[in-house]
């Protein structure tokens, strides 16, 4: 289990990431980045959103919910 973070940890931290490092505070589960870092982080996610859309949308068309449950034998 995860030790409580004191406000000076947070701090400490809060600066460091200022600064551009990326902290991990020991005992933790809790990792603090840059803006810059979580904006590049976002940027990933979203291409990978994209790319999984398009990969579903290639599929072929949507079919309604109720017509897959039949299909499966879930209705």
Known sequence: MARP????KLRAAARRAGRGERVVVPGSDVAVLSAD???RL??????????????????????????LRRKYGLA
Do not use: C, H, I, M
């Open 42 to 67: 976002e940027t990933l996610e979203d291409a990978a959103d994209v790319a999984a859309a398009e990969e579903a949308l290639a599929e072929g068309p949507a079919r309604p919910y109720d017509e």
């Open 37 to 39: 870092d979580l904006a």
């Open 5 to 8: 973070l004191t406000t000076a």
